[in-house]
Nanobody, 126 residues
C-alpha cells in the first residue's frame, strides 16, 4: 500500500469555495473506490462522496449533492473534492480513503475502505 495525503483545507466564510486534494502514492486500479469522508468533533465519520479511479462512477451524500464535485486526475494520481457554497455545517475534518472495489450499494460505508489519509481541516464561519 502507498500513502494518501490530503491538502487544501482552511478557514472560509459561508458561501465560499474550497478544493481539497488527495494525492495517492502506490498502485491504483480503475476499479478502486476513492472516497471522501468527514468527521466533526464528537460525531462519527460520515460519507461525503466517492469516485472510481476511472472517474466514470460517482456517488454523493444528499447533504452535499449539487454543491460538491469529486473528480480524479489519473496523471497526477490525485482525487479532488471541489466544495462550493460552503455552510457552517460543513465544518469538519475531511479524510480521503481508498477501497478495493467501487460498488454503488456500499461505497458510502466506511468499512469497505482499507486505507486512510490523515485528514485536512475545513472550518466554515457564518
Amino acid at each position: 500500500q502507498g500513502q494518501l495525503v490530503e491538502s487544501g483545507g482552511g478557514l472560509v466564510q459561508a458561501g465560499d469555495s474550497l478544493r481539497l486534494s488527495c494525492a495517492a502514492s502506490g498502485r491504483t486500479s480503475a476499479r478502486h473506490a476513492m472516497g471522501w469522508f468527514r468527521q466533526a468533533p464528537g460525531k462519527e465519520r460520515r460519507f461525503v462522496a466517492a469516485v472510481t479511479w476511472s472517474g466514470r462512477s460517482t456517488k454523493y451524500a444528499d447533504s452535499v449533492k449539487d454543491r460538491f464535485i469529486i473528480s480524479v486526475d489519473n496523471a497526477e494520481n490525485t482525487v479532488y473534492l471541489q466544495m462550493n457554497n460552503l455552510r457552517p455545517e460543513d465544518t469538519a475534518r475531511y479524510y480521503c480513503a481508498t477501497g478495493p472495489v467501487f460498488d454503488l450499494r456500499t461505497v458510502h460505508d466506511k468499512r469497505i475502505y482499507n486505507f486512510w489519509g490523515q485528514g485536512t481541516q475545513v472550518t466554515v464561519s457564518s
